[in-house]
């Protein structure tokens, strides 16, 4: 199985929709997506990453949308100081590591800017829920690898529109990587990103789920 991860368009954020540029990549990024072979489509609830997500089905003929609430945007800061940029992920990374900690230890829930910030929150649910997703579309959680329970070897693939944190969560429990790693290896990638993540196909089979593409922005140049 493949995943096809599609950040959402250039958006507003206070209106949560897509600008007229991110109305322009969306439907560039969908012409590109035909090449990949999607079957279903699934997308954040949140309306940015459903007009990008509405593009390629008007695109691909596909006009079932499933929604994942657990892919909305992750959040960050804490009650009173939302948003603020001392607790943005990507920001706090940049921080750590100018300050030579260490982004891949396990215990990095301990760093003060990240113990108390709702990124961890989110991030931490995502994690759960994405096992679970993933579970009904056929791979199990072992470990921290992930069982083919289909019955088919057929090679499905599937869209996902979602955002630059909620999928930068979802690739850390996939990869087994850890959230701040993760932030800072993904970090500012554009608008209509694509990435792809591939599980094996083989029925039984126990599997590391590979990266076949990361953050590819070509089809904007």
């Not at 657990?70 to 940049?94: A, C, H, S, T």
């Not at 579309?137 to 289909?150: A, S």
């Amino acid at each position: 199985m493949r995943i096809v991860f599609i950040r959402h368009g250039d958006p507003n954020y206070d209106l949560d929709c897509l600008t007229e540029l991110g109305h322009k990549q969306a439907k560039i990024a969908a012409q590109r997506l035909l090449k990949e072979g999607i079957e279903e489509i699934y997308s954040s609830s949140l309306g940015r990453a459903r007009q990008t997500a509405q593009a390629f089905s008007e695109a691909s003929g596909i006009g079932d949308i499933k929604i994942l609430d657990f892919m909305q945007e992750i959040r960050f800061g804490r009650e009173g100081e939302m948003y603020e940029d001392k607790w943005n992920p990507w920001l706090v990374v940049e921080d750590l590591v100018k300050n030579g900690k260490d982004i891949q230890t396990p215990d990095w829930r301990e760093y003060p800017v990240f113990k108390e910030n709702l990124a961890t929150v989110d991030a931490d649910k995502i994690a759960v829920e994405a096992d679970k997703w993933l579970l009904s579309l056929g791979y199990e959680r072992e470990g921290k690898f992930y069982r083919c329970t289909r019955k088919d070897d057929k090679e499905k693939t599937i869209a996902l529109f979602c955002h630059g944190g909620s999928s930068t969560a979802f690739f850390s429990r996939v990869l087994n990587q850890q959230f701040p790693y993760m932030c800072a290896v993904l970090l500012h990638y554009p608008h209509t990103t694509i990435s792809v993540i591939k599980f094996n196909k083989t029925p039984g089979s126990l599997c590391q789920p590979i990266i076949e593409l990361l953050n590819d922005a070509r089809h904007l140049m």
